[in-house]
């Protein structure tokens, strides 16, 4: 499993490692009962601090995405491919509305807004 972090992002590392971790299991990348680094190795690895790879993984654990087998680590879970779909459409849903609600702070109207998805959408199609 290869993590990397953005040390120029504003996204705070934690939500980094969620999103990759979470990018890898919708992917297919990361696959039920497959284990993932302890919080030491993976600390080490990507130079941040223990509790920071703990809140990730806490974080991870209460969304079901993994559990956590003390004595043994942490595994991704195993649970049906429409959960997947549904977590990643909640998710996606949670960032547009964000998007749209700064968009709309900063002044766009709907209709402006509308036409930059759909140039977005139809963009992705060709």
């Known amino acids: 499993m290869e993590l990397f972090l953005d040390r120029s992002s504003k996204e705070p590392n934690y939500l980094q490692i969620e999103n990759q971790i979470k990018d890898q299991v919708y992917q297919g990348k990361l696959k039920p009962s497959d284990q993932l680094p302890s919080i030491r190795s993976l600390a080490r690895q990507l130079n941040v601090a223990i509790i920071t790879v703990k809140r990730a993984y806490d ?7 993994i559990q956590t087998i003390p004595g043994k680590g942490c595994f991704i879970r195993s649970f049906p491919l429409h959960q ?27 209709d402006q807004i509308e036409e930059i998805l759909r140039k977005i959408l139809d963009q992705k199609e060709e």
């Open 59 to 65: 974080d991870l654990e209460q969304e079901g995405i």
């Open 84 to 110: 997947l779909e549904q977590q990643l459409e909640i998710e996606f849903k949670r960032n547009l509305e964000t998007l749209i609600l700064s968009a709309r702070q900063r002044g766009l109207k709907k």
